[in-house]
């Protein structure tokens, strides 16, 4: 226990000190950090997973405080608490279903009676996972007669843990934990594979003698021009260099020494070169529900540009990065359960970021050093010192946030979606129950 | 003497427009007006002049009649002013304005006077006369089969305008009064106009630029070169039509000869180097410099003692010379190519009959006058202008650093007006540092951010002051790289784009995109990132030939962009920008 502790606060200390960067080490160490936390919990025998579900909130709580610009911590917490769900489920289903196989079977009909105490387990684990479950005509039909169970799944589903395990508690004590670490194991691979999975489809977007600007660095764009590359595709990058941390250039090194044509422009070009440019491609800090980006600072104009020459504009996101879920807000979805006055009925602190403008309230501000040496300026900079107002601000903000009628395409690893679409990826990533991690500070 | 007139034999013969385009007169009199405190207002009554007049026929063995007597008078008159010469240059230049008595609007009465005894004076100088002549028709011939220089020379009517005009020095108020006077001379020179205007029309299409792509080209040019220049090893494609040179390796060459290059005067060269060194930068300041350095030069020009008659006046040629040296040092920006078309316009349009001396001290003041006017008065008045647009409370943004804007948040300063600057800066010149430091030096608040950050801070901002290098016919402003994307952010944000630029600045050309015309910057100064040893991925970018770096200078800003541009004639839309170049940008509206 106390080295998982340990870990927890070594891992805190460097969000806060924003010594981890980019989405995807951030999500990574987030899940493999979750994976320790949970093989040394220990679980009691009633009710485990909700026991793992709260530990897990709390400590993806704290995560979260560390440093709330870094929407991949939270959306790993999600996704780890969406697998305990769904993990806990599967069991529950399987071990009513070995009880009553034939009720499981054939109960779409009974599913309405869910008075019946032989069946209510089944029936309300019937009922949240088809909240979970991608939709089908038959998820349809069945959420229909369920309106009112759909709501409450998370309290009904604790009750039927309850139930469901001091029913046959020996069977599934050990294999909660073991199927949820395999879960989160398989979560992490998908992490550092989904690159692959982006970059496989590279050859349908980029063709013979295109023009492709990027800005700043992401590993995911440099993966796909490289996929397209070998796949003996010809053709030419413009990276503007992503000022102040200019990690353009350390992209385009490494295109240029995998035998991509590439040109260095200032970020001021952008405007300049992009009527000779075909695709814009880009990587996403985060993409909200609504389809808008959280990118690096600078998209936004890049996207205007593209905009006004009609030249496609496409990131590349892959699934966990994307999705915060509560920007989920603008949608406003049935499926999802929660609405905005739910959210506000918990007090919930994420609801500053209902959009208006969230390149403010999602965004960062950074140094003023990487702009301005403060030997140079220091006579007029504000330390926190100074009296009286001083003369000379500096702005840095880390984040852009690009609306979603400025993306033309989304690629994820699951395939290209449409801005539009985004908000349906969240049925597949998250629970509804874990859209506010955060219930607990507030209440 | 006599070969001194060739050049100013071609006439503009835009100014014979003067009287069909009615408005010019008065236009030009009214928001200029005031600007010149030397002189008077400009003779209205080419207002009155209808186009209808009645051709006389051109009768060229007459036209010579008047011709000779005026240069008898002329001489006649020189003397006194040859004498005059120490004294002030502004009395210089109304002295020689006056002689033809049109420039400066003197009083038409005065003219009439002048002239009146000219024509009936006796033929003197025949055979001096004959001569020059034939001097005048080989040129002429010469000048016809070459092309113009770019400003709108018409070389077919000059012999009739010239000796019909009879006072060559500022043709471009001339007509007015002269119709005034004698009817005969008024005519034969609108006809010649006539004939000319569609000719003269197409000539107005300005030059197509140097490209250099163009192999044949570039390897003449490359003779003619004073500066050695190392093409760059890894050019970008996309810009192969513009020049791409080696960036580090010409100040030392220049450097090292800068007691072999005869033909360059020092002064020229002086200012050569800081533009290359990127010393002098912004559009004024640049013009500045080089329209000082041609003072110096012409200062200490004497006409040449070795050569025939026709090569002894070889400014022209000398000022030709410099400007290709300048440009070897750093692209002209289009505000210089205007202030250099002025020049030549100047010295092709001095008498014949001036002396060297006298030559020399109006066109000193001719380069004054145009600094001053179209200048630092122009500043003036647009500050003026602009800073009526800032209210208290505004959030103004501005990019890079522009004298203009500048000056017009002082101004707004010190008027007490309360609102802060934000201001925007780029790689790699960080330009804004150095308005930050100066604005921030008089105590008006600042916030400073980076382009990227643009969309950042665009909603609190109010309004958006830009600078501009150039503001072509079509409206596109064309100013420093990353202007154009502020420009497009504002527009989102539905911010006010205002645009201050002097007239002297805007062009005919049209361009839609930044690509068919720019200037390539130091690709090594995008390597290095000052402060930042860091970052120094790319410090051998020239081992990989897979890699370039692209430095772009300037960016064509889409008319729909900007708001209204600020000019010293008035705020305007852009889509006044041709009107204004039409109306005010010929030579005609220089003086």
């Known amino acids: 226990m106390p080295d998982v502790n340990s870990l927890v606060n070594e891992f805190l200390i460097k969000l806060k000190k924003r010594k981890i960067e980019g989405s995807k080490a951030t999500a990574k160490l987030t899940a493999e950090l979750l994976r320790s936390f949970i093989s040394q919990?220990?679980?009691?025998?009633?009710?485990?997973?909700?026991?793992?579900?709260?530990?897990?909130?709390?400590?993806?709580?704290?995560?979260?405080?560390?440093?709330?610009?870094?929407?991949?911590?939270?959306?790993?917490?999600?996704?780890?608490?969406?697998?305990?769900?769904?993990?806990?489920?599967?069991?529950?289903?399987?071990?009513?279903?070995?009880?009553?196989?034939?009720?499981?079977?054939?109960?779409?009909?009974?599913?309405?009676?869910?008075?019946?105490?032989?069946?209510?387990?089944?029936?309300?684990?019937?009922?949240?996972?088809?909240?979970?479950?991608?939709?089908?005509?038959?998820?349809?039909?069945?959420?229909m007669p369920h309106s009112t169970a759909v709501p409450q799944p998370s309290s009904s589903g604790g009750d039927s843990e309850g139930k469901s395990k001091s029913a046959d508690k020996n069977s599934m004590t050990r294999k909660l934990k073991h199927n949820v670490i395999e879960a989160v194991n398989e979560l992490i691979q998908d992490i550092s594979t989904c690159h692959e999975l982006i970059a496989e489809q590279a050859v349908e977007h980029i063709h013979q003698n295109e023009v492709i600007l990027t800005l700043g660095s992401s590993r995911t764009v440099t993966e796909f021009l490289c996929a397209a590359k070998e796949k003996k595709r010809s053709f030419r990058v413009f990276v503007a260099e992503g000022a102040p941390r200019y990690q353009g250039h350390a992209l385009a090194k490494e295109l240029a020494a995998r035998g991509l044509q590439t040109t260095v422009i200032t970020d001021s070009?952008?405007?300049?070169?992009?009527?000779?440019?075909?695709?814009?491609?880009?990587?996403?800090?985060?993409?909200?529900?609504?389809?808008?980006?959280?990118?690096?600072?600078?998209?936004?104009?890049v996207a205007l540009a593209a905009q006004r020459h009609?030249?496609?504009?496409?990131?590349?996101?892959?699934?966990?990065?994307?999705?915060?879920?509560?920007?989920?807000?603008?949608?406003?979805?049935?499926?999802?359960?929660?609405?905005?006055?739910?959210?506000?009925?918990?007090?919930?602190?994420?609801?500053?970021?209902?959009?208006?403008?969230?390149?403010?309230?999602?965004?960062?501000?950074?140094?003023?050093?990487?702009?301005?040496?403060?030997?140079?300026?220091?006579?007029?900079?504000?330390?926190?010192?100074?009296?009286?107002?001083?003369?000379?601000?500096?702005?840095?903000?880390?984040?852009?946030?690009?609306?979603?009628?400025?993306?033309?395409?989304?690629?994820?690893?699951?395939?290209?979606?449409?801005?539009?679409?985004?908000?349906?990826?969240?049925?597949?990533?998250?629970?509804?129950?874990?859209?506010?991690v955060r219930r607990r500070s507030t209440s | 003497m006599d070969a001194r007139r060739v050049p100013r034999n071609v006439t503009d013969p835009k100014v014979r427009q003067v009287g069909f385009f009615a408005p010019v007169a008065p236009l030009d009199g009214s928001p200029s007006g005031p600007l010149r405190p030397t002189t008077p207002s400009p003779p209205v009554s080419g207002n009155?002049?209808?186009?209808?007049?009645?051709?006389?026929?051109?009768?060229?063995?007459?036209?010579?009649?008047?011709?000779?007597?005026?240069?008898?008078?002329?001489?006649?008159?020189?003397?006194?002013?040859?004498?005059?010469?120490?004294?002030?240059?502004?009395?210089?230049?109304?002295?020689?304005?006056l002689t033809p008595g049109v420039t400066d609007g003197g009083p038409p009465s005065e003219v009439q006077k002048e002239q009146a005894p000219v024509s009936s004076l006796p033929l003197k100088e025949k055979t001096t006369k004959a001569e020059r002549r034939a001097l005048q028709e080989a040129q002429r011939a010469a000048k016809a089969s070459a092309t113009a220089d770019g400003s709108k020379k018409s070389v077919g009517a000059s012999a009739v305008v010239t000796s019909a005009n009879a006072?060559?020095?500022?043709?471009?108020?001339?007509?007015?009064?002269?119709?005034?006077?004698?009817?005969?001379?008024?005519?034969?020179?609108?006809?010649?106009?006539?004939?000319?205007?569609?000719?003269?029309?197409?000539?107005?299409?300005?030059?197509?630029?140097?490209?250099?792509?163009?192999?044949?080209?570039?390897?003449?040019?490359?003779?003619?070169?004073?500066?050695?220049?190392?093409?760059?090893?890894?050019?970008?494609?996309?810009f192969r039509h513009l020049p791409q040179y080696e960036h580090g390796t010409r100040l030392a060459d220049l450097e090292s000869k800068f007691f072999q290059l005869d033909p360059v005067h020092p002064a020229v060269y002086k200012v050569g180097l800081r533009f290359l060194t990127g010393d002098i930068s912004g559009g004024n300041a640049r013009c500045i410099a080089m329209l000082q350095a041609f003072q110096e030069s012409i200062k200490d020009y004497s006409t040449r003692r070795d050569k025939t008659l026709i090569e002894k006046w070889d400014l022209p040629a000398k000022i030709n010379g410099y400007v290709s040296f300048l440009i070897e040092c750093r692209p002209l920006s289009i505000s210089m190519g205007n202030a250099i078309r002025f020049l030549k316009t100047q010295i092709a349009e001095l008498p014949l009959t001036?002396?060297?001396?006298?030559?020399?001290?109006?066109?000193?003041?001719?380069?004054?006058?145009?600094?001053?006017?179209?200048?630092?008065?122009?500043?003036?008045?647009?500050?003026?202008?602009?800073?009526?647009?800032?209210?208290?409370?505004?959030?103004?943004?501005?990019?890079?650093?522009?004298?203009?804007?500048?000056?017009?948040?002082?101004?707004?300063?010190?008027?007490?007006?309360?609102?802060?600057?934000?201001?925007?800066?780029?790689r790699p010149k960080f330009e804004g540092r150095m308005l930050l430091r100066r604005l921030v030096g008089k105590g008006v608040s600042c916030t400073y951010t980076h382009i990227n950050a643009i969309s950042y801070i665009m909603h609190e901002v109010t309004r958006v002051f830009l600078g501009a290098s150039s503001v072509l016919s079509n409206g596109t402003v064309y100013s420093r790289v990353g202007t154009a994307s502020v420009a497009m952010v504002a527009h989102q944000f539905h911010v006010p784009v205002l645009v201050c630029c002097e007239a002297y600045k805007f062009h005919k050309r049209v361009q839609l995109d930044s690509i068919c015309f720019n200037e390539l910057g130091d690709p090594d100064a995008i390597a290095r990132v000052?402060?930042?040893?860091?970052?120094?991925?790319?410090?051998?970018?020239?081992?990989?030939?897979?890699?370039?770096?692209?430095?772009?200078?300037?960016?064509?800003?889409?008319?729909?962009?900007?708001?209204?541009?600020?000019?010293?004639?008035?705020?305007?839309p852009p889509t006044s920008v041709p009107v204004i170049v039409q109306e005010y940008g010929g030579e005609h509206l220089w003086i």
Request: with cysteine; hydrophobic share 40%.
């Open chain 1, 41 to 143: 919990k220990r679980l009691p025998h009633t009710n485990q997973a909700g026991a793992l579900i709260d530990a897990v909130k709390a400590v993806g709580e704290e995560l979260i405080d560390a440093n709330p610009v870094e929407l991949a911590v939270g959306n790993i917490v999600r996704r780890v608490l969406h697998i305990i769900r769904e993990e806990d489920l599967s069991l529950t289903t399987a071990a009513v279903g070995g009880l009553s196989l034939s009720a499981e079977s054939d109960n779409e009909d009974d599913v309405d009676q869910g008075d019946h105490p032989a069946l209510s387990a089944a029936a309300v684990a019937a009922a949240a996972r088809s909240t979970l479950r991608p939709p089908s005509l038959q998820t349809l039909l069945e959420d």
């Open chain 1, 269 to 301: 070009a952008v405007f300049a070169m992009i009527s000779r440019v075909n695709m814009v491609i880009v990587g996403a800090h985060a993409v909200m529900a609504n389809g808008g980006v959280i990118a690096p600072v600078g998209l936004n104009m």
């Open chain 1, 310 to 436: 009609a030249v496609p504009f496409v990131v590349l996101a892959w699934g966990s990065q994307v999705l915060p879920c509560y920007v989920v807000l603008l949608c406003n979805q049935a499926e999802l359960t929660i609405s905005i006055e739910k959210m506000l009925a918990y007090g919930n602190i994420l609801c500053p970021l209902y959009p208006h403008n969230p390149e403010v309230l999602l965004n960062e501000l950074k140094s003023p050093s990487e702009l301005l040496d403060f030997g140079e300026f220091s006579d007029c900079l504000d330390f926190g010192c100074g009296s009286g107002s001083p003369l000379l601000h500096v702005v840095n903000p880390a984040f852009d946030y690009v609306p979603p009628n400025l993306v033309s395409l989304f690629i994820t690893d699951t395939g290209g979606h449409n801005p539009s679409y985004m908000y349906r990826l969240l049925a597949d990533y998250y629970s509804a129950d874990d859209l506010v």
């Open chain 2, 48 to 97: 009155s002049l209808s186009p209808v007049m009645i051709p006389l026929p051109r009768h060229l063995s007459s036209d010579n009649a008047p011709l000779s007597p005026l240069t008898g008078r002329r001489r006649r008159l020189l003397p006194p002013r040859g004498a005059d010469k120490a004294a002030v240059k502004q009395n210089t230049h109304s002295a020689s304005g």
């Open chain 2, 167 to 238: 006072n060559p020095k500022k043709v471009a108020k001339a007509p007015p009064p002269q119709k005034k006077d004698s009817s005969s001379v008024a005519a034969s020179e609108k006809r010649g106009g006539d004939r000319q205007t569609d000719k003269d029309r197409k000539k107005d299409v300005p030059h197509p630029r140097m490209q250099f792509d163009d192999e044949d080209r570039v390897e003449k040019a490359k003779k003619r070169s004073v500066v050695k220049q190392t093409e760059a090893r890894y050019r970008v494609e996309l």
């Open chain 2, 354 to 426: 001036m002396s060297e001396s006298e030559a020399k001290a109006s066109l000193l003041s001719d380069i004054d006058r145009f600094i001053n006017e179209k200048i630092i008065l122009a500043d003036k008045v647009i500050v003026g202008h602009a800073v009526t647009k800032i209210r208290d409370g505004d959030v103004l943004l501005t990019y890079g650093s522009s004298s203009v804007v500048e000056m017009i948040f002082l101004c707004a300063h010190e008027l007490g007006k309360q609102f802060r600057v934000v201001i925007v800066d780029s």
């Open chain 2, 530 to 572: 000052s402060g930042k040893e860091d970052i120094n991925y790319l410090d051998d970018w020239t081992s990989s030939e897979n890699l370039q770096l692209l430095n772009l200078t300037y960016d064509a800003t889409p008319s729909d962009y900007t708001s209204m541009i600020i000019t010293e004639y008035g705020m305007i």
